[in-house]
């Protein structure tokens, strides 16, 4: 019984590394676009890339921080749509819609970030 307490505290510790991640991750999509209109964003080849290359970040840290915690979900309901912009920026890159990032950076990533913010920061 104790080993599997201590299995269970080692998995919501690795949950909790990971969800660190993934607000490191938005923290850093917030510097790339800060000043930035949506057609700046389309114009800059560089921050497209950083942009998509920190989605792919949050969405596998916190992809594992569910494997490891399903609870986590409870936490980032919208985990199933933030996987499936995951799997378009990795396997359908010719085919991702800036303007639909774009959105998903004004209007989705805040309440994430506030959300993650408010269980990993006293």
Known sequence: M?????RL????????????DAL?????IDTFTSG?????FR???LVQAGVERKFEVMAAALMA???ADPAVVELVPELPRI???RNRIIHDYDSVDHAILWDAILNELPSLKARLESRLEP
């Open 36 to 40: 930035q209109s949506l057609a700046t």
């Open 24 to 28: 490191q991750a938005i923290r850093a």
């Open 43 to 45: 114009d800059n080849e």
């Open 83 to 85: 996987t499936s912009t």
């Open 65 to 67: 921080a569910h494997a």
């Open 2 to 6: 104790i080993a599997n307490a201590n």
């Open 9 to 20: 505290e080692q998995m919501q510790r690795k949950a909790l590394k990971w969800l660190v």
